[in-house]
């Protein structure tokens, strides 16, 4: 009895787990990569050359004595204006997340004077790349899509294991 049911739940997680649709993960973004949130970064040009999507997330390190974090709107972005943010995401420790849960573009500038020096940050969200196309099967390919193969051979050995080792 015991082979029996640990050959069906193998089976059963097996079948669960091919049949699950791909997703795309949430990716953590260290702000700044191994320099941080802090001065003498171009934070333009880092963020330029990532792909962020709905979902992920940025991970602020920096100094809490120097810097902090706020989300402003375009205009204050533009023109380093602390006053009025969209969100203050500084709480202190000097490691911060902010979630890019929204589908507009999010601006982030420090207040305490660096914003002057470029300590400020577009952040683009890109639409979610569509899930890939099946390529059309070829006329006389064989029956099984390349999903079922891992599927069959569980499927052969749970058997095996049912009829002859019982």
Not at 22 to 34: D, L, P
Request: with cysteine.
């Amino acid at each position: 009895m015991g082979r029996t049911s640990v050959a069906l739940a193998f089976c059963a997680t097996t079948l669960i787990l091919v049949m699950l649709p791909g997703h795309a993960s949430a990716k953590r973004f260290i702000v700044g990569g191994n320099m941080g949130w802090t001065t003498n970064v171009n934070y333009t040009l880092w963020a330029a050359n990532q792909t962020f999507y709905l979902g992920d997330w940025l991970y602020f390190v920096y100094d809490r004595n120097q810097n902090d974090i706020l989300e402003v709107n375009k205009t204050n972005f533009e023109t380093c204006n602390a006053e009025h943010p969209v969100h203050n995401y500084t709480t202190g420790a000097g490691r911060d997340v902010v979630e890019l849960n929204v589908t507009h573009d999010r601006y982030f500038i420090s207040s305490k004077g660096s914003c002057y020096g470029g300590m400020k940050m577009q952040v683009h969200l890109s639409k979610i790349p569509p899930p890939p196309r099946a390529a059309p099967s070829k006329s006389g390919s064989s029956a099984l899509s390349p999903l079922m193969i891992p599927v069959a051979v569980t499927v052969a050995a749970a058997w095996d294991l049912l009829l002859f080792h019982v």
